[in-house]
């Protein structure tokens, strides 16, 4: 039984040696991989676990995931990305995961909190500051909690950081709802 694949671009060969378990874990003997790129990985698998009936499994990444979070070495745009993919599989579990809202709401401030530094090196590497998922994402959760001056904030903040979307529309749209919310 010899093969190839190649999770997340790092080509893995195995022999039937190398499966073998009877003398130790399938892992012996492979290098370490930096805490940096742990973070990295755990939170990408977790999106491709973060499906009905496995979302136990998504979850149980993201636990571990943040296990690494602090990683020195870890690039601003590679824990920007890691976070939004926290934000997103979090918050596809809030209504049956315990404290999946929580978390969901954890990643978005902790992204926000570094927004600045990740729209520098954005506007570096791809010439351009994209939008920003994890603002929209709190964003939306503010607004349905009736958080309106929140989440114009949010809006406002994400607009001035240069992070694309159409946060004037959006703007516009909450202020509305909020009008309409202290006329009742």
């Known amino acids: 039984m010899d093969g190839a694949f190649t999770p997340l671009g790092i080509t893995v060969t195995l022999t039937a040696a190398a499966v073998d378990t009877r003398n130790g874990s399938l892992v012996d003997g ?7 790129a742990a973070f990295k990985h755990l939170s990408m698998l977790a ?18 995931s943040q296990e690494f979070i602090n990683a020195d070495d ?23 995961v315990p404290g999946a ?3 969901a709401i ?3 401030e902790m992204s926000i909190e570094m927004h600045e530094r990740a729209a520098m090196a954005a506007k570096e590497f791809f010439g351009m500051i994209p939008a920003h998922a994890c603002f929209r994402q709190l964003r939306i959760i ?6 309106f001056d929140r989440a114009i904030e949010l809006c406002e903040m994400a607009k001035a ?17 909020k009008a309409k919310a202290e006329a009742k």
């Open 30 to 36: 492979l290098a370490r991989t930096p805490d940096s």
């Open 47 to 64: 999106t491709w676990f973060s499906k009905p009936g496995h979302e136990h499994c998504a979850i149980a990444f993201l636990h571990k």
């Open 74 to 96: 870890m690039d601003v745009l590679d824990k920007h990305f890691a976070l939004a993919n926290h934000c997103s599989v979090f918050y596809r579990w809030r209504d049956s």
């Open 101 to 103: 809202l929580e978390g």
């Open 106 to 108: 954890a990643a978005c």
């Open 142 to 147: 503010e607004e349905k909690r009736g958080n």
């Open 161 to 177: 950081g240069g992070w694309a979307d159409d946060w004037d529309h959006a703007i516009a749209r909450i202020e509305k709802k």
